[in-house]
């Protein structure tokens, strides 16, 4: 299918713009920009900012995670407590809804589901983050090179790209994680949040370079940027100063999609033994230990399940009023969705 | 149009052999103790038994004669794994059927809900069934096959009983326990895939609806239903149709992975999570070619399908 970025030449009515956009254009009138006309659309999108602001308020709770373990709670993501918190034959506890004890009950080692949940939340959404940032810098930075220079640049870039993205993703998150759980890579002994971080963020970088790559073919034809080879630029400045703003859109479009897929292939790999390690929480680790419990303590899978899905659909659904807010005429341009679980 | 298809098919095989060669290169050349000799010898054999072993399987040959002759050996089915030393083609064929029942159940269905889900978003765009539709297609993409599968575990397996809790009954066995316990993991391997394709489905409709073509449809007085069905989804399908070969294709050569290992259904995608978890080279490497075949295979199926709906191809 065709993956497009959002139309840059936004904003100017053109034939095939369909009426209620029409009718929009000539009520900002001229000389409103695309982003100030974005930011118009995604005003009025009320589930998309609800969304939105669902996920800004998961993040603040989980960074606040020492606060709640230190002042409220009185216990840490990793202490151990099983007396009274497991019953004759080890059956943990269930919520209690006290915040002071036990909120969300206890796991079968007697630590605070809730507590291990908001520090779990703080390695899952930073593991997403810096996946995000590894992906979208190298993605785009590979696909100016790649777009700008044309040529065997460009050939050699997109054939390596070509083998990963032909490659399933969880299939090769699992490879990388292993290879580097067994022999370590450059800095990294053996896995931890970073080397899980670099892995996710790696699989998912063809996903960006393809079309971005296909935006800076044709933005490397228009007048600025011959304006620009004129006055006697190099090719870095016209790379970075005059083609990296004019994908701006395109990179806020992508960031949400690739942070919802790299949260969920974080959770993926460390269920399959190929992400982060135990005891150090994440999502993905409260999810696949509670896997192992059922059916005696099921808040243990529900209770990490839940906030993950939270998580996801919060940034997917607010993702998704972004794109229809910057190009409403989308065609729907999300490759990603489709291999990100691999099944 | 045809040869286009068979292009991106030959490009995909091409693509399936360099994936091969990198996760041969990584397991065989980055990883140390890689020399799979000192395993086969056993803990008390000596280095010259070990050198013996090493020559007998070519493990003192250059990497590429190395590479060739795995590949070699997968095809001819005498590829054994140097870490379990079964035949990797006798483990692919136990888990085959299972993996191919998974695959043809979740297929079907993912494909006529997606289809019947976009194509009511798309016709009630901008309407309350357009906007549940949206909603449950962005839960669907949010969820994570394993914990679906868990939730799905508990309260119909353990709490409820309404559903097995795992395994697999072959399909000669008895054909009804085989679907009866298939149910679960046939619809947590959907759910992402309706989410995703009913988005794609509804947007091609709706700019499918702008074509010129459709309003002539109108125009001359066909019914709604028939402009609709004829006109408008016979062209929006051929996307969805390609997708669906291309990951039907991986779902059979192992892309089911998280479904299969939390459903504990032992298929190929299970297969492929073991072996790289034990670093078993030989069977990643043949279920990666496993995917080939069947990515070859599907795109031959999706070309033919293609041909039917679209009226200006035709097959020679």
Partial sequence: MTITGPNPAEGAPETGLPPALLHEAAEVGPGVGPWALAWRRLRRNRVALFFGGLFLLIVVICLLAPVYSNDIAHIGPNDQNVINTTNAIGIPIGPTWRFDHYFLGADNLGRDVAVRLLYGGRTSLEVGAVATLITMVLGVLLAIVAGYFRGLADGILSRIMDVIWAYPVVLLGIV???VIAVRGLGPFKSTTPL???????????????RPVRAQVLVLREREFVDAARQQ???AGQIMLGEILPNLSSTIVVFVPLILANAILLEAALTYLGAGINPPNAS?????SDGINEIPAAFHLVLVPGIMLVLAVMSVNIFGDGLRDAFDPRSRVRIAIASTSQGD | MARFLIRRGLTMIALLFAISLVTFLLFIVVLPGGNPASMLAGRLANPSEVQLISHRYGFDQPVYVQYFKTMANIFDGSAYSYQSSFNVDDQIRQGLP??????????IIWLLVSILFGTLAAIRAGRYTDRVLTVLSMVGVSMPPFFLGAVIIFYLGYKTSILPINGYVPFTQSPIQWAYHLIAPWFTL????????SRVLRSTILDTLSEDYVRTARAKGLSPRRVLVHHVLRTSLLPIISLWGLDFAQVIGGGAILTESVYGLHGVGYL?????????????????????????VLQALVDFLYAVLDPRIRLA
């Fill in chain 2, 98 to 107: 299972t993996t191919v029942s998974l695959a043809l159940g979740a297929g």
């Fill in chain 1, 176 to 178: 990388l994680g292993t």
């Fill in chain 1, 232 to 234: 006697g630029l190099s």
């Fill in chain 2, 272 to 296: 492929a999570a073991q072996s790289v978890g034990k670093l078993d080279t030989v069977t990643l490497l043949s279920i990666v070619m496993l995917t080939a075949i069947a990515v070859v």
């Fill in chain 2, 190 to 197: 959907s759910v992402l895939f309706i989410g995703f394709y």
């Fill in chain 1, 195 to 209: 080397s899980t971080a670099l892995v996710i963020g790696f699989v998912y970088i063809p996903y960006v370079f």
């Fill in chain 1, 283 to 287: 999502w993905g680790t409260m999810i």
